[in-house]
Nanobody, 126 residues
Framework: QVQLVESGGGSVQAGDSLTLSCAAS????????MAWFRRVAAGYDRDFVA?????????YYADSVKGRFTISRDNAKNMLYLQMNNLKPEDTAIYYC??????????????????WGQGTQVTVSS
C-alpha cells in the first residue's frame, strides 16, 4: 500500500507561480513511476499533466503545460513536486499525484496508476 498526500494548492492570479508537493508513505517510494493529473470538475476525466520515471530519467508533459510546469522527485525524502509557473485560468483544477508500480518509466494514461492522493485545489483568476 502507498499513501499519497498532496499539498501546496491555493488561489492565485494569472501569471503567478505555485509549487505542489506530494508526500508518499508506505511501500518503497523509489520504485514507482509518478505523475500529476488534474480534473477541472466532478464528473470530468482526470487529465494528464506530467509524469516522471522512477529514477527521474524520463519526464513527460502535456502540451498545455510544456515550458511552464516542471515535475521533479526526491526519492530520499519520498516526495514528488510540480513547479507551476505563469499560471493561467485554464489551469484551474484539482491536482492529483499518482504512483504506478506497473509502469515505472512513467505514463500519461491514468489507468496505469495504482495509487492516488486526495487532490489539492488550484484556482487561477484572470
Amino acid at each position: 500500500q502507498v499513501q499519497l498526500v498532496e499539498s501546496g494548492g491555493g488561489s492565485v492570479q494569472a501569471g503567478d507561480s505555485l509549487t505542489l508537493s506530494c508526500a508518499a508513505s508506505g511501500r518503497i517510494f523509489s520504485r514507482p513511476g509518478m505523475a500529476w493529473f488534474r480534473r477541472v470538475a466532478a464528473g470530468y476525466d482526470r487529465d494528464f499533466v506530467a509524469a516522471i520515471a522512477w529514477n527521474g530519467g524520463n519526464i513527460y508533459y502535456a502540451d498545455s503545460v510544456k515550458g511552464r510546469f516542471t515535475i521533479s522527485r526526491d526519492n530520499a525524502k519520498n516526495m514528488l513536486y510540480l513547479q507551476m509557473n505563469n499560471l493561467k485560468p485554464e489551469d484551474t483544477a484539482i491536482y492529483y499525484c499518482a504512483s504506478s508500480f506497473s509502469v515505472v518509466g512513467g505514463s500519461s494514461d491514468y489507468r496505469e496508476y495504482d495509487y492516488w492522493g486526495q487532490g489539492t485545489q488550484v484556482t487561477v483568476s484572470s
